[in-house]
């Protein structure tokens, strides 16, 4: 039987880096998941995010996109949404100033019919910062292009080394 | 060869390792352009340990309307589903018993901006069991650029009968517009 979930490229990253890209995705799935754990690196700790861009041939850096997320605290529970964005803020995570940590927070992201021409892209997202927030998100690429690149950023300074980046093919029948 | 300690793709929820080939194709429905009233798997194999449906949904009518899942062609009310929904601008959850189906798509609608179209992630757990009541949860959500919601669902059907059908239908009469997708998988069992 063919293979349903498959690999398509992951990263380690050995150093600090602003922008993680993917480029050249191939068109053959039904849907992309992208799976991981980062940390983020700042000039103080604190809250920040990993953002998404997406594209064809390029990364679209217009403001193309929105989003609307439901966020849990741990005590309180809230919603809230950004509209023609540069970006879509996709998953939490957590600064720190040191060089290196131990603590990775977890995401996942759903590029739904990612090369379906005939709809604009929607991304559904998960992401947790442990005992601090979780959050689900779904995003609009307002385009019928089909995703060829993916580019993950954060508002803090870069995506700190250690982190893990993984994108998988998923095939329908 | 293991492929993923897979964090998220249950809906955004626990964590599951799938040993490559754990997760295969069963079917696919693509809406054509004369619509659909319904999307149908039948004779769905009892080999898996559960089951994903996985899409992309727009409705010809309506804003945010409810696609619910019918198992077994049960249209009694032998369900109940509760949701968390984020909006937007606040949090909300809602739940209902004795229903006809279980919501488990929040769908985009003919009222919404045009070729937007929801996304959808939805698990049924341990699907083939005949002593245990049937559990289904979501993530579904559309962004329309100014509205738009997240949803995280949950449902049981009172049952202990094997799922061999699964019917997505709107919760009213509305059909499902053209380019509609739903892929059902299964995952096997290490």
Redesign the interface.
């Known amino acids: 039987?063919?293979?349903?979930?498959?690999?398509i490229a992951s990263q380690t990253l050995g150093t600090d880096a602003a922008t993680v890209t993917w480029s050249s995705i191939p068109s053959g799935f039904?849907?992309l998941?992208m799976?991981g754990?980062a940390h983020t690196k700042f000039t103080s700790a604190g809250n920040a995010i990993l953002w998404i861009r997406v594209g064809n041939g390029s990364v679209d850096t217009g403001s193309n996109y929105?989003?609307?997320?439901?966020?849990?605290t741990g005590s309180t529970?809230?919603?809230?949404?950004g509209?023609?964005t540069t970006y879509i803020e996709a998953a939490p995570t957590y600064t720190t100033t040191a060089s290196t940590t131990s603590t990775f927070y977890?995401?996942?992201f759903?590029f739904?019919?990612y090369s379906?021409t005939?709809?604009?892209k929607?991304?559904?997202a998960?992401g947790d910062v442990s005992a601090a927030r979780l959050y689900?998100?779904?995003?609009?690429w307002?385009s019928?292009s089909a995703i060829t690149n993916i580019t993950i950023g954060t508002d803090a300074t870069s995506i700190m080394a250690g982190s893990v980046l993984?994108l998988?093919g998923?095939?329908?029948? | 060869m293991p492929i993923v300690g897979q964090f998220g793709s249950l809906a955004g929820l626990g964590s599951l390792i799938l040993p490559g080939g754990a997760f295969e194709s069963i079917a696919t429905v693509t809406v054509g352009s004369g619509g659909a009233s319904s999307i149908e798997f039948t004779s769905i194999p009892g080999t898996y340990q559960h089951l994903q449906i996985r899409g992309v949904s727009r409705l010809a009518a309506g804003t945010l309307p409810t696609v619910w899942a019918q198992f077994n062609d049960d249209t009694a009310s032998n369900y109940a589903c509760h949701t968390l929904r984020g909006d937007g601008s606040a949090a909300s959850a809602d739940g209902s018993a004795s229903q006809s189906g279980a919501f488990s798509i929040s769908s985009a609608g003919g009222g919404q901006t045009a070729s937007v179209f929801s996304g959808f992630v939805i698990d049924i757990l341990d699907y083939a069991s005949t002593s245990k009541y049937k559990t289904l949860r979501s993530m579904t959500g559309g962004d329309f650029n100014g509205t738009g919601w997240i949803d995280l669902r949950s449902a049981l059907w009172m049952s202990t009968s094997a799922i061999t059908k699964i019917k997505l239908s709107h919760t009213g009469s509305t059909n499902f517009s053209q380019h509609t997708t739903a892929a059902l998988y299964g995952i096997k069992a290490p």
């Open positions: 039987m063919a293979v349903t979930y498959e690999p039904t849907d998941i799976i754990a929105s989003y609307t997320y439901l966020v849990g529970a809230s919603s809230s949404r509209s023609s977890p995401f996942a759903h739904m019919s379906n005939n709809v604009n929607t991304i559904l998960s689900r998100t779904v995003g609009l307002r019928t993984s998988y998923v095939r329908a029948a």
